[in-house]
């Protein structure tokens, strides 16, 4: 089967400009998750969506970030207006059901971002 | 937040040998611990994961042990090959008792290198 998609893989911007990072999770995958990984660091979440609803956003700084999965299946992640400490990979994970089971989180490639 | 961690940034082995790369968590209330593996460019890719109601969990050429008393966590890689550098990740969820909300938490990577 096909993996998470994401894109653009790599995108520069200046500080202030806003960008967004667009997601595709595996077939059928029902939880959507945007993790945020600065180098030299593990992943951290930002926000959790199961099916278009969100279950967790505790630490996405939504002064500057938001996100969205309108359709219960693509996502978006915009960061408006950028700061030099969001450069960093964004990536995007699915798993196929929520709550209690073992199956298995999947990662995308990531976007790495450079705010220059 | 509390946050899972990795006692060593960098690990060397010689080919052929065997890896033991250790983690300490400090939320109790963890029930759900995975380990990464994570390539240069990657997204991490999801090693062997193991629940709180066991100590320990083979798969192929790799173990997961897990001592709560001690809120420590290992992975043993068998046999090290060249195709094993990467930089390892322990991870930890409230999977079963987090109501849903059940985004990973990770630590800052151990980076296994193996020498010829």
């Known amino acids: 089967e096909a993996g998470v998609a994401q894109s653009p893989r790599y995108k520069i911007i200046e500080k202030r400009q806003s960008v967004a990072f667009w997601c595709n999770p595996i077939?059928?995958?029902?939880?959507l998750y945007w993790y945020q990984q600065i180098l030299g660091q593990g992943p951290k979440l930002l926000i959790q969506?199961?099916?278009?609803?969100?279950?967790?956003d505790s630490q996405l700084p939504k002064d500057r970030f938001s996100a969205e999965r309108l359709k219960g299946v693509d996502s978006t992640l915009k960061i408006q207006p950028a700061k030099l400490e969001d450069s960093a990979v964004y990536l995007c994970?699915?798993?196929?059901?929520?709550?209690?089971?073992?199956?298995?989180?999947?990662f995308g490639p990531g976007t790495r971002l450079t705010v220059l | 937040g509390e946050s899972v961690g990795l006692h060593l940034p960098t690990l060397s082995v010689q080919e052929g040998d065997n890896s033991i790369i250790n983690c300490a968590y400090s939320?109790?209330?963890?029930?759900?611990f995975i380990w990464y593996k994570q390539e240069s460019g990657k997204g991490p890719q999801f090693i062997i994961d193991?629940?709180?109601?066991?100590d320990k969990r083979q798969g192929q050429r790799v173990t997961v042990l897990l001592n709560k008393t001690v809120k420590h966590l290992s992975l043993q890689i068998a046999a090290t090959q060249p195709g094993d550098s990467a930089v390892y990740f322990c991870?930890?969820?409230?999977?079963?008792?987090?109501?849903?909300?059940?985004?990973?938490?990770f630590g800052k990577g151990t980076h296994l290198i193996i020498q010829p």
């Open positions: 193991i629940r709180s109601n066991m």
């Open positions: 969506f199961q099916n278009n609803g969100v279950v967790d």
């Open positions: 994970a699915s798993r196929k059901r929520g709550g209690s089971s073992t199956d298995t989180q999947y």
């Open positions: 077939s059928g995958h029902a939880t």
């Open positions: 991870a930890e969820s409230r999977r079963f008792s987090g109501g849903g909300a059940d985004g990973l938490t």
């Open positions: 939320n109790s209330a963890s029930d759900y």
